[in-house]
C-alpha cells in the first residue's frame, strides 16, 4: 500500500480546536491529540514530491468483488486490532462491525458500477477497518492503509460508522491520492477535499434504497454523526454551506457558499475543509441542474476532470471548473456545458482561465512526431 495516501481525519482541525477549548472537560485531551497528529502528518506530506497520475478506470477486469476485513480494537489504539469479520463470513451483532463492513462494500459497489474501478487503488485493493478505536474517540480516518473509527463520546457525538458518506468520503481520499494526487493546501487541497465530500455523497445516494436523485438527496456529509444534544445536523452541507451546525461546543460552519466568502487563512492547510464549500456548492448546483441521479452526469464529469490529463496537482479553483466545463461539453454536449458553467458562475469561480500545460515539454515532441508520421515516407 501506498503510505504517500496519507491520513485524513473525518472532523476538521477548526472543529478540534473548538473542541479542545470550548468543549466537555473530559473530550477537550482527544481533540488536542488529534490536532497534534494532523499537523505532524500534514507537515511531513507537504514536502513530499507530488505522485504520478494513475489509472482512471480499471478496463481489464470483467469482475471484481470486495475484499473486505473488519477488526475490534477494543477500546486500545493498536491497529488493526482483533479480526471480528471477514469477507463473505456471518453476520455479527455488533452494529459497529456490520455498519463498517457495509460502508466498505456500498463504497466498492459505487466505484466499480459506477465507474468500473477496481477498488480505491483500481487493482483490487483489500478493504480493511477496525471499529472501537480508543475509549470515547471522537473521529475516524484513513491512514492510507485502512479506515479506523471511534465510537463517540455519546455526547457530542455518535459512534463514527454511522454515516456512510463519511466512509464514502475517507475511502475517496485513497482515490483522489492515486487518480490525481491534488496537493493538500490551498485551493487544490480545498479540491482534494471536495472531491471526498463529492464522492462521499454520491456513495450514500446510490446505496440509499430506493436511490435518490439530486432533489431528493440531503447533500450533508456526516448527518447522524451529531448527538440530538447538539445544535446541528452534519458537520458539511453541500447545498448550503456554513449552516450544517452552530453549537457552544463545536463552534460555527465556517464553510462559505461562494468565492465571495472565500476564507485566506493559513490554518487548516489553508482552508482546505473552508473553501471546499464553494466546490461542494458548485457541484450541488450542476448535479440538480441536470436533475435525475447525480452521479451519471455531473458524478461522471467531476471524475473526468479528476482524470484528465490537463488536471495538474496543484489546480485552482479555475482550473479544475474550466476542464469540468470542457469534460461536460465532451461527454455530454453543449447543453450539459451550459449547466456546468451556470453552476460555476452561481459561486463566483471563473471557467475561462488558460490552463497550464502539465506536460508542454511531451506535448511537443508528439505533435511534432505525429506530424512527422503523416506525412508519406520518402515524399519531399
Ligand atoms: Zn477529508
Known sequence: ?????????????YMLEHLAEHGPEHLREGARADLTVD?????????RPAARPGTAVAGDTPQAAPDRTVYDAQHRQNLPGTEVLREGGAAVADVAVTEAYDGLGATFAFWWEVFGRNSIDASGLPLDAT???GRDYDNAFWNGEQMVFGDGDGTLFNRFTVSLDVIGHELAHGVTGAVRDLVYEGQSG??????SDVFGSLVKQYAAQPQQTAEQADWL?????????VQGVALRSMKAPGTAYDDPSLGKDPQPDSM?????????????????????RAFYLAATGF?????????????????SPDLTTTATFAEFAAITVAQAEE??????????LAAWNEVGVETTVELPDPDAEDALDLTETQQAGARPAGAQ
Open 190 to 195: 480545498a479540491l482534494n477535499e471536495s472531491m
Open 331 to 340: 461527454l455530454f454536449g453543449a447543453q450539459a456545458r451550459a449547466v456546468v
Open 1 to 13: 500500500m501506498n503510505p504517500n495516501l496519507g491520513l485524513h481525519h473525518v472532523l476538521p482541525p
Open 260 to 280: 465571495a466568502g472565500y476564507v485566506d487563512t493559513t490554518d487548516d492547510n489553508g482552508g482546505v475543509h473552508i473553501n471546499s464549500g464553494i466546490p461542494n
Open 131 to 133: 471499529v472501537h478505536y
Open 291 to 307: 436533475g435525475g441521479f447525480a452521479w451519471e452526469q455531473a458524478g461522471r464529469i467531476w471524475f473526468g476532470a479528476l482524470s
Open 221 to 229: 456529509i456526516g448527518a447522524g454523526l451529531l448527538t440530538s444534544s
Open 39 to 47: 499537523r505532524t502528518l500534514r507537515a511531513a506530506r507537504a514536502v
